[in-house]
């Protein structure tokens, strides 16, 4: 292994390449070691929060995961994420910091209009059937997801008959979502989006607005029960006729993503749908035999009866 | 030898991509990943598109897709495109990247720990500066370089910034860069056999 890079450079010299130096050559082998170590510590780093702290990130998708905390990295000025690992364990509010560069909050009201349309018309007759609904919105975020689900089924006739659990591992943007005040330079994108998702009233129905924000209306949130879960850590908590887990699992390793496609399933009943990301996909996964496709391109799946894993 | 190209575009960036991807044969032997700008709801045109107008196949990157020499991948748009070191794509939609999302800096930072020197990074017409922290990392890997001739650049903005962000290895005009990539791939291939 160690003589390698010289007998590159040899090679190389002699065939005059422009591509590489043997110089430059070796020192991208120091700095390859140097990667190593990176992921070394990373993994460190990941096994200690989830000692200390109990969020398990360790089973997320690496490359965003190590650019967050890179980023955290650079504005804290540490030599290494070793230096950074011992002011994690003994100061929380450094790892409140963290683990708020780790959580991508990223969401709008309708978003992906067509999944909402497509909703409405293939899950909302369904659905009308049901006298009593269950539906968890998993990594509900801030909660314009969950506000958008309400006024469709406030317009559907559905709301009153409906508990909606929305839950996520992040406290402060939970707060937020339960507050349901958003900012106001982001209405016109969502009035637009309730009108492409076919919005049946005027979207200023459902809110009063001020110059700096926008309130969402109390009778939405009232069947609304907004609560800390951990779709890495925490299991089943009902029996669901929807679930809604959009933009989550993309974030997720396969491993995690098969255990959390899993705990789908076992909060489903038969023929409970289950709504995902329109990147994301159950085809891939372990669970995929239990599920059918209802719309394929808004990624609506129908859990099937038996379990098949 | 090299493993990967990645290739960042902006303003300007379809008819850029279709010159460079139009001169490479259906069995180029490393996969193609790009980043073109893009309105956020402009959905998988660009890729049917080029997939049309080259020999290569061109397809939208999926989630957890292995990566497979041979293949263009295009990146969604409105999700970064990162590249995991096991050589899958993840997305995300953690905010816009110096305004960009997708964000070819993005691309090409976590295409470096999958790929280390055996990366070739492209920088094409665009009329900002994203990809020039991208090639600049690229470079200090011990990577490759080709930045589109800012003069026949639609757009000069983007090229200009990763010239001055770093040492490039070439700077060419448009029509160039497909048959000097073929050129170079060959080389550094007889070199690994020699
Ligand atoms: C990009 S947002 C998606 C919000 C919304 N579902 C949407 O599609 O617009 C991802 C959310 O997933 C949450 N999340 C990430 N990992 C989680 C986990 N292990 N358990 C629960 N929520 C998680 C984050 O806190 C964040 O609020």
């Known amino acids: 292994m160690l003589n390698i890079p010289y007998i590159d450079e040899i090679l190389y010299a002699n065939l005059e390449s422009k591509i590489y130096l043997g110089r430059i050559f070796i020192r991208a082998k120091i700095k390859m070691d140097e990667l190593e170590t990176q992921n070394i510590e990373l993994q460190l780093l ?26 955290r990295l650079i504005k804290e000025k540490f030599s290494n994420i070793s230096a950074m690992q011992h002011k994690l364990l003994y100061e929380v509010s450094f790892f409140e910091r963290l683990l708020l560069d ?9 978003r992906d209009p067509s999944f909402y349309l497509a909703l409405k018309k293939k899950v909302v007759p ?16 801030t909660g314009e997801e969950v506000y958008s689900m309400a006024i469709i089924l406030k317009e559907e006739g559905l709301y009153d008959r409906t508990q909606i ?16 005040i958003f900012d106001i330079s982001r209405l016109k994108q969502y009035t637009a989006n309730y009108q492409k998702a076919g919005g049946l009233e005027s979207f200023s129905d459902y809110y009063v607005a001020d110059d700096k924000q926008v309130i969402m209306d109390k009778s939405l949130k009232k069947n609304i029960l907004f609560s800390d879960h951990n779709l890495a ?44 990301g329109s990147k994301e996909s159950i085809r891939f996964s372990e669970s995929s035999d239990a599920f059918e496709d209802v719309v394929k391109n808004e990624k609506i799946y129908r859990r099937l009866g038996a379990a098949t894993n | 030898m090299f493993e990967a190209i990645v290739i960042g575009a902006s303003a300007g960036g379809l008819k850029a991509l279709t010159s460079v991807l139009g001169a490479l044969p259906s069995e180029f032997p490393l996969p193609i990943i ?55 794509f993840s997305l995300t939609c953690e905010e816009p990247v110096k305004f960009a999302r997708p964000s070819v800096d993005v691309l090409f930072e976590t295409a470096i720990y999958a790929y280390r020197n055996k990366l070739i ?20 890997m011990g990577g490759y370089v080709i930045v589109q001739a800012p003069t026949t650049a639609e757009a000069d903005a983007m090229p200009q910034a990763a010239i001055a962000a770093t ?17 170079l791939i060959n080389q550094s291939k007889n070199r690994a056999n020699f």
């Open chain 1, 165 to 180: 659990y929305a839950t996520d591992m992040n406290e402060l943007a939970l707060k937020k979502a339960k507050n349901g």
């Open chain 2, 34 to 88: 790009i980043v073109q700008h893009l309105h956020p709801h402009s959905d998988s045109y660009l890729a049917h598109i080029l997939d049309t107008k080259c020999q290569l196949k061109v397809k939208q990157a999926d989630e957890k897709e292995s990566i497979v020499a041979g293949i263009v991948y295009v990146a969604p748009p409105n999700y970064h495109l990162l590249v995991e070191e096991d050589r899958t």
């Open chain 1, 126 to 141: 369904e659905l009308k059937k049901y006298p009593f609904l269950k539906i968890w919105h998993a990594g509900c975020s």
């Open chain 2, 167 to 183: 040492q490039v290895d070439e700077i060419l005009p448009i029509n160039q860069i497909g048959p000097y990539l073929l050129q």
């Open chain 1, 102 to 110: 780790m959580s991508i909050n990223v969401t709008e009201m309708f």
């Open chain 1, 46 to 71: 990941l096994q200690a929060i989830y000692l200390k702290y109990g969020y398990d990130f360790r089973n997320y998708a690496k490359a965003s995961i190590k650019r967050r905390i890179l980023h």
């Open chain 2, 121 to 140: 990074g492209i920088i094409l017409t665009g009329a900002n500066n994203d990809g020039s922290q991208g090639v600049t990392k690229i470079k200090k």
């Open chain 1, 233 to 276: 850590t925490d299991g089943v908590f009902g029996e669901m006729n929807l679930i809604m887990c959009r933009n989550v699992l993309i974030y997720f390793n396969r491993e995690l993503q098969n255990r959390v496609f899993k705990l789908f399933f076992d909060s489903l009943c038969t023929d409970g749908f289950l709504c995902i």
